[in-house]
């Protein structure tokens, strides 16, 4: 089945600086990579997502980049803020009706 | 729409016991899907369904039991509660048809479980 490694598990950056988080993915049948925000005792939300047919996309402060032949996606937010403070979460999907697969999780830290 | 819903939002059994977690969706999707969340870990699939009357085991089945009688039902079965079932479950419900992986899972509230 599908594993995906995130990196890192913690993230601290300044507020205004910016934030990577960095995804790979075993399997080649996987077409569809989001990426959820959690923040403490709340459900994942969805911030940005990609498909295998496009390798970059962006909405305003937050940006998704994909390299299918390297099997790696990252996710990556400028110009940070104090309420990015949570826990990230990318995923992948190899498509029909399969469940996600997620990483492990990234705790982002914006210091004030 | 109140979109994906659960039922309870908290729980605490003991071991042995049995129980039911309620999820159901008003949005017409045909896909339904149940994680649990252990502490500091991403979501893991322990069941899914495609439809009305078919359901599949995701990653974590065991210990596990599942139904879909309706479109707008899908409830997760623990029928011997184990403390490595404490977690928080997710049940998340998407549009779309087989060939449309890429359709926005959309996530209820969740229910925390803890067995002790």
């Known amino acids: 089945g599908e594993n995906v490694e995130q990196h890192p598990s913690t993230l601290s950056v300044q507020e205004g600086d910016s934030a990577v988080i960095k995804c790979t993915y075993s399997?080649?049948?996987?077409?569809?990579f989001p990426w959820y925000k959690q923040e403490l005792g709340k459900r994942p939300q969805l911030i940005i997502d990609?498909?295998?047919?496009?390798g970059e996309k962006k909405d305003q402060r937050i940006a998704v980049t994909l390299n299918k032949t390297a099997k790696h996606f990252s996710l990556h937010i400028t110009e940070t803020q104090p309420e990015d403070s949570a826990v990230y979460f990318c995923?992948?999907?190899?498509?029909?009706?399969?469940?996600?697969?997620f990483g492990k999780g990234t705790h982002l830290i914006i210091q004030p | 729409n109140a979109g994906v819903t659960q039922t309870p939002k908290f729980r605490i059994l003991k071991i042995g016991q049995s129980m039911t977690l309620q999820c159901a969706q008003d949005?017409?999707?045909?896909?339904m899907y149940w994680y649990r969340q252990d502490p500091g870990m991403g979501l893991k699939l322990i069941y899914y369904?495609?439809?009305?009357?078919?359901?599949d085991k995701g990653e974590v089945p065991n210990g596990y039991n599942v139904s879909r009688s309706t479109t707008e039902d899908f409830p997760l079965r623990l029928e011997l509660a184990a403390p490595s079932q404490t977690s928080v479950y997710f049940c998340?419900?998407?549009?779309?048809?087989?060939?449309?992986?890429?359709?926005?899972?959309?996530f209820g509230p969740g229910t925390r479980l803890t067995v002790l």
């Open positions: 399997d080649s049948a996987s077409n569809y």
């Open positions: 369904s495609v439809g009305a009357g078919i359901t």
């Open positions: 949005m017409n999707h045909n896909y």
């Open positions: 990609i498909r295998s047919n496009v």
């Open positions: 995923a992948a999907i190899r498509g029909g009706a399969d469940g996600l697969t």
């Open positions: 998340a419900s998407r549009g779309g048809g087989l060939t449309i992986s890429y359709n926005e899972q959309f």
